[in-house]
């Protein structure tokens, strides 16, 4: 038998150390504080904490930029029916929510600076890939065939990439940003999906017709170009502005520099309660096995159908009646009014949304006395109710539809209540409910878990919102019917699901 002593978890570790992916995508370890005064040590986490922050918010902008450029690029997509376009969009949501999850965990001992750089790059790369389905989907049925599967392929790698971007965003703002004040600037950061959807649908067409017109780049596919070309630049911009935590660039924990506790001692208590407890552990016991995170995924599940369908198939319904229901890019190009109309008018979802975002926390707060279930609720019987206002202005059988006095206004107006609606449980269930029924500790995780099953919502409803449009279109004449109806009940169902959490508090987590 051996005498050799088995490997100490100590030379265990020191053997890592010459693996290079492992030492550059794994969480840094904490460093000595390096500064000895209050004043400076605040003065430097606040420069480093703004400075992060705002580079997590132009990478999660950028991300629904790529993300946007497939649902723009659907009507024009030549031979990609709506049927394949809900396959790739359900495949890629499906793909989106496993990844979530599961860079959730990574995230939670991983490197934010290498990893979130090296995700934001990889994925522009292969939303940029995108344009080759497009491309050679026109010239038999063949390729038809194989740009589909092509397309799945793509957009689902592309999507697992993006997925691992939110989570080390998640990781970021609860490593840098205190319990007490984490609400209020959650809510300002998630408007950056927002903002990246409404600047990814206004800039679509217009920088695609001017890549086409001046580099004589196709038709479709130039509307990945903007996207891939952004994304490469932010993501060389954060590898070098972001860093991981306070600990690990020689500050104290966020908690020690703010000065601040949740709910008089209660984050210290439970963070008190983990320290004999392994990362698994913790895992299990607040995240896997805990009845509350499980009851807001199911909530997440809905307000994602209503959400992520209504964002990505409202432009097809919208540009279908004025431009036609196949249209080509050169079609597209010469009807830019009514097209321009239809992506600003599908656009005010995420303008409100972006509103919506930021003022969630507040609404919950000051409206609701800190009740997050019956926030989440009323919005999302407003969400419902909005979607009888669009099928008003925009289905043939409506007599508004055909007046443009009263069609455009209502339109616009029931999309941005909406938008705003929607967005309220979208910040809330996924972002803080998430962190605040959990633990810091495993904080990734459970806004990964819960996405997870958001976009599991999304994987089902987009093909079922494809087959729907199609069906309604051919026996009924009007392809919104239908479709309408399905997001509408999502919404209802999601406010169904809140009544267990109406007198939740924080404290019995």
Avoid at 36 to 65: A, G, H, P
Avoid at 253 to 274: F, Q
Wanted: glycine share 8%; aromatic share 14%.
């Amino acid at each position: 038998m051996s005498n050799t002593p088995l490997a100490s978890p100590k030379r265990f570790e020191q053997k890592n150390k010459g693996y290079f992916l492992f030492r550059i995508f794994s969480e840094p370890k904490a460093k000595p504080v390096a500064l000895k005064s209050k004043e400076e040590i605040k003065k430097r986490y606040t420069v480093l904490r703004n400075l992060i922050f705002l580079t997590c918010y132009l990478m999660y902008v950028v991300s629904y930029i790529c993300r946007r450029s497939l649902s723009m690029s659907a009507p024009v997509a030549f031979e990609f029916g709506k049927e394949d376009m809900g396959i790739v969009m359900g495949i890629g949501a499906f793909v989106y929510g496993i990844g979530k999850f599961v860079n959730g965990i990574l995230a939670d001992k991983g490197n934010v600076r290498t990893s979130l750089a090296l995700n934001t790059i990889m994925a522009g790369a292969f939303t940029g890939l995108m344009t080759f389905p497009i491309f050679l989907s026109p010239f038999d049925g063949k390729n038809h065939d194989f740009s589909v599967c092509f397309a799945c392929i793509i957009w689902g790698i592309s999507n697992w990439l993006h997925s691992g971007i939110f989570p080390y965003c998640a990781k970021s703002l609860i490593r840098w940003i205190p319990n007490k004040s984490r609400a209020k600037w959650w809510g300002i950061f998630s408007s950056s999906h927002e903002l990246g959807a409404f600047i990814g649908t206004n800039t679509a067409f217009p920088v695609g017709v001017f890549v086409q017109r001046s580099l004589g780049f196709g038709g479709a596919e130039s509307i990945f170009v903007f996207p891939f070309l952004i994304s490469i630049s932010v993501g060389v911009i954060g590898f070098f502005s972001l860093k991981d935590r306070p600990v690990s660039v020689g500050l104290p924990d966020v908690e020690e520099i703010c000065g601040s506790n949740l709910s008089g001692g209660v984050e210290k208590k439970y963070e008190a309660s983990e320290e004999n407890l392994t990362y698994f552990q913790t895992l299990k016991k607040y995240v896997v096995k805990s009845k509350v995170i499980w009851n807001l995924a199911a909530i997440y599940f809905f307000v994602y159908i209503f959400r992520e369908c209504l964002n990505n198939r409202i432009f097809e319904i919208i540009i279908s009646k004025d431009v036609g229901r196949n249209a080509d890019f050169t079609h597209i190009i010469q009807n830019q009014d009514s097209v321009y109309f239809s992506a600003f008018s599908s656009s005010v979802l995420f303008l409100l949304g972006f509103l919506g975002t930021i003022l969630a926390p507040a609404i919950s707060e000051k409206i609701f006395k800190g009740k997050r279930a019956p926030a989440n609720f009323w919005c999302l019987i407003a969400s419902a109710l909005s979607l009888i206002g669009v099928w008003l202005s925009i289905s043939k059988f409506s007599p508004i539809s055909s007046n443009e006095v009263f069609q455009k206004p209502l339109l616009v107006a029931c999309l941005c209540i909406a938008g705003f609606s929607i967005c309220v449980p979208q910040v809330l269930v996924g972002g803080v409910c998430a962190v605040e029924f959990s633990s810091k500790k495993v904080g990734a995780a459970a806004v990964g878990l819960i996405g997870f099953v958001g976009y599991i919502g999304t994987t089902v409803g987009h093909p079922i919102s494809g087959w729907l449009m199609d069906f309604s279109k051919e026996f009924f004449g009007d392809q919104s019917r239908l479709a309408l109806i399905f997001w509408g009940c999502a919404a209802l169902f999601g406010a169904i699901c809140c009544v267990p959490l109406w007198n939740y508090d924080v404290i019995k987590k």
